[in-house]
């Protein structure tokens, strides 16, 4: 599996990346006239990802195939945004990662397997833009539909989730609440009950896993419980007696603080550079160039955002531009000229 900048990322990767997760999020979370198609029993994950080689590092795609009740085959597509807001452009994504499956099987297949696309969303607001493809497009008249390529994503929106509505294995209910609580205030109030699900799990390796993975996420994805309260929590969820775990937990969170830290300067360093951005193209190019900005904001890498920033001074033209973060060739030799690696995020007092 592929090492992901984003925690968010890597944590919905980590998580439904097992098959038992994945089974059972299928089970109790997807319309019971999709789920009865599925033979369930037969669930196998089939690639790590279909994602371009150039954004593989940002996305989670995951990709599972399952036989049919009635003796053909299917893909299941998951896909996770982790966007704290819902992003129009999710309909156009999963459709070039489908293109490229379809494109893998038809060299070698007559046919092609059907496809059922997943987004799960947890960031802080309903998702309220369209589901289909055709809504990305402009001017598209009734008469035009029918020779028009169309389709519809299934959406989990975690916001629109109560707790109790939030169920199936007690891996899948722990990944689930943590995504949905993890951009918001109250996490704190609901990380004890949170980690205390791990207690349902039997065998204490796979409980210790999990926390592990669990830990690693609270301390790079999310600034909304302190030190004091993860400790707190962790502890209250740990049975009393087991002093092997309690050791190994000190040390995952000396660790994870650490990183936790990292990942917040990182994280500061990105908001200034994208500040810089938007405020170099609304100047450079005006309207057109601020029309960059949705899939500039996608990307996680510093030194790539560095490049951009610097690239603003020398391009001509937007496409110049986006040359610079669609081809690795371009980027590699600007971070080999010392232009970009280890440099400090330019600061803009405010929001252009």
């Keep these: 599996m592929s090492q992901l900048n984003n925690p968010h990322d890597a944590f919905f990767k980590e998580v439904f990346s097992q098959k038992a997760v994945a089974k059972s999020f299928l089970e109790n979370y997807l319309p019971s006239e999709i789920t009865a198609l599925f033979d369930l029993n037969t669930l196998i994950i089939t690639r790590d990802s279909f994602v371009d080689r150039n954004l593989r590092a940002h996305h989670s795609d995951i990709l599972y195939q399952v036989v049919l009740r009635d003796g053909g085959q299917s ?7 982790h966007k704290s807001y819902p992003d129009r452009q999710v309909a156009f994504q999963l459709l070039r990662y489908m293109m490229q499956i379809w494109e893998q099987q ?6 092609l397997f059907p496809i059922f696309p997943i987004v799960v969303y947890h960031g802080l607001t309903k998702w309220r ?17 029918p020779y028009f390529p169309n389709y519809r994503y299934w959406l989990c929106d975690l916001s629109q989730y109560s707790d109790e509505e939030i169920i199936g294995e007690v891996y899948l209910q722990i990944g689930l609440l943590l995504l949905k609580y993890i951009l918001r205030d109250e996490l704190r109030d609901r990380i004890i009950d949170i980690l205390e699900l791990l207690q ?10 999990h926390l592990k993975t669990i830990l690693q996420y609270l301390s790079a994805g999310t600034n909304k419980v302190t030190d004091d309260t993860l400790q707190k929590a962790i502890r209250q969820a740990i049975p009393e007696g087991d002093a092997l775990m309690k050791t190994l937990v000190e040390q995952w969170l000396e660790q994870g603080i650490q990183q936790g830290i990292q990942q917040g300067i990182r994280q500061e360093q990105r908001h200034g550079l994208l500040r810089s951005i938007n405020l170099g193209l609304k100047l450079k190019f005006g309207v057109e160039g601020m029309r960059l900005l949705p899939e500039i904001n996608r990307i996680e890498d510093n030194n790539l955002l560095y490049a951009i920033y610097e690239a603003l001074t020398e391009v001509n033209t937007l496409t110049e531009l986006r040359f ?15 232009k970009i690696h280890e440099s400090p995020a330019p600061y803009i007092a405010q929001e252009p």
């Design 324 to 338: 610079v973060y669609h081809q690795d060739t371009s980027f590699t030799a600007t971070a080999e000229a010392g």
């Design 200 to 209: 349902d799990l039997e065998d204490q390796d796979t409980a210790l896993g």
């Design 106 to 111: 038809r060299a070698e297949k007559d046919k």
């Design 129 to 145: 833009i369209p589901l289909e493809l055709v809504s990305l497009v402009d001017g598209v008249s009734e008469a035009i539909y």
């Design 75 to 81: 893909y299941i597509y998951l896909l996770f945004e």
